[in-house]
């Protein structure tokens, strides 16, 4: 079972489908080894519009309703994790302008990152803490119309080379969480510094670099929405980001499902095609629960967003069940692949690292079970 899709929904996937299949599988395994995707390749995504499918047509995307998005998202998923996340997060600073931007910041942002083709990162998590987000300890202190902006922010995606940045920093810290405000920075601030790129277990088709922020000093009108709304506008964000993360995993558990099945059709011990073995047929099986399980999931909460309703105990759902689920069935993967499994010729001991980070990214499994128990509290 796939998202059911009609004739120019799939045309679109297709679209994705060729683009990856010609322009980033070729060069996974060099990426992966150096940890240093191809900046060009990223750009030329950029310049068919990749990155802003589902951004309004008003405002220059493609205007792609979620459920298409999310074969889309899969899509990408199935083919790179790492490549695919540099796409998901870069539109972040300009749907959060979009959401709770003024109109004069709505103008600017479709130019940059619509026209321009800006790269933007999300800058919420710090060296000190990253699932304790509210406890951040970036500031920005206030100068006449400027804010003046210090700390660090670490492993933001992109950052490499992102071109604006969407920061969180503490502007009362007297009030916790609501005194948290959402800043939109220029690379090219003076006091911007971007560090090296992490070499990761996984994702390492995708930058992650650390950024410091040295007596950055930023006009207020670059502040979106009022004062002390950064950490709701953070978490906004993070609840579409948690679909769509979980979505991405869809698309990785649904490739060790399919590398697996192939192997274990055309792998004979035995006298027999190893599919045959009832120990590999139920782990497939398993495989294939664990895939279908979770994009119903998925469609439920697509349904939930596109029709006004709360989703945000569901979105952590998702992400959680999809990243764990992705995670087992990587791992299937590689035991089902045997000593091929764990070499680097086959696709699927990369999947595995990619999958664990998956369960680390846009809140740990053990943060989105936090979020599910305190909605539970809430509704029994
Ligand atoms: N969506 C919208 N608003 C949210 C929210 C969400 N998912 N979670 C919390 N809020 C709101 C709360 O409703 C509260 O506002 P009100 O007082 O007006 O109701 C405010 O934010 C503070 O919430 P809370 O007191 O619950 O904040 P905590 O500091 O206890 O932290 C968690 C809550 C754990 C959910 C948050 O810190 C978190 O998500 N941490 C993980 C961060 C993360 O995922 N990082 C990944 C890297 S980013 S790429």
């Given at each position: 079972m796939a998202f059911i899709l009609n004739e120019e929904q799939q045309e679109i996937i297709q679209l994705i489908d060729d683009f990856f299949t010609r322009e980033v599988d070729p060069h996974l395994q060099e990426w992966d080894a150096?940890?240093?995707p191809d900046i060009n390749v990223i750009r030329k995504a950029m310049e068919l519009g990749f990155h802003k499918l589902d951004i309004p047509e008003e405002h220059g995307g493609s205007g792609l309703d979620l459920y298409t998005m999310s074969a889309a998202i899969e899509c990408m998923g199935r083919h790179d994790i790492g490549f695919a996340s540099g796409f998901t997060t870069?539109?972040?600073?300009?749907k959060i302008v979009l959401g709770m931007g003024t109109d004069e910041q709505k103008t600017w942002a479709d130019r940059v990152f619509g026209e321009e083709n800006k790269i933007g990162c999300f800058c919420l998590t710090e060296p000190s803490g990253g699932s304790d987000a509210s406890a951040m300890r970036t500031t920005a202190v206030r100068d006449g119309d400027d804010y003046i902006i210090n700390g660090t922010k670490c492993f933001i995606t992109s950052a490499e080379y992102g071109e604006i940045f969407a920061v969180m920093a503490v502007t009362d810290k007297t009030k916790g969480a609501k005194g948290i405000s959402c800043f939109m920075v220029d690379r090219n601030?003076?006091?911007?510094?971007?560090?090296k790129h992490e070499d990761k277990l996984g994702f390492r088709t995708s930058y992650?670099?650390?950024?410091?922020?040295?007596?950055?000093?930023?006009?207020?009108?670059?502040?979106v929405g009022p004062e002390g709304l950064g950490f709701i506008i953070a978490m906004n964000t993070l609840d579409g980001a948690r679909l769509t993360?979980?979505?991405?995993?869809?698309g990785l558990a649904q490739r060790a499902l399919e590398e697996s099945v192939k192997y274990a059709k055309e792998r004979v011990a035995f006298g027999k095609p190893i599919i045959a073995k009832q120990g590999i047929a139920f782990m497939l099986a398993d495989?294939?629960?664990?895939?279908?399980?979770?994009r119903s999931m998925i469609e439920h909460t697509v349904q939930l967003i596109e029709s006004g309703k709360p989703f945000i105990k569901e979105a952590s759902i998702c992400k959680m069940i999809a990243s764990e689920y992705a995670m087992q069935n990587a791992i299937d993967a590689v035991q089902i692949l045997g000593g091929y499994g764990c070499c680097k010729e086959y696709p699927v001991e990369k999947l595995l690292r990619d999958a664990k980070v998956l369960c680390i990214?846009?809140?740990?499994t053990q943060i989105q079970k936090d979020v599910i128990a305190r909605h539970l509290a809430k509704e029994y």
């Open positions: 150096t940890s240093e870069t539109t972040a600073p300009w601030l003076p006091g911007v510094q971007v560090g992650t670099n650390e950024i410091a922020f040295q007596d950055v000093r930023v006009n207020k009108k670059w502040m993360t979980g979505t991405m995993a869809l495989m294939e629960a664990r895939v279908q399980v979770t990214v846009e809140g740990t």
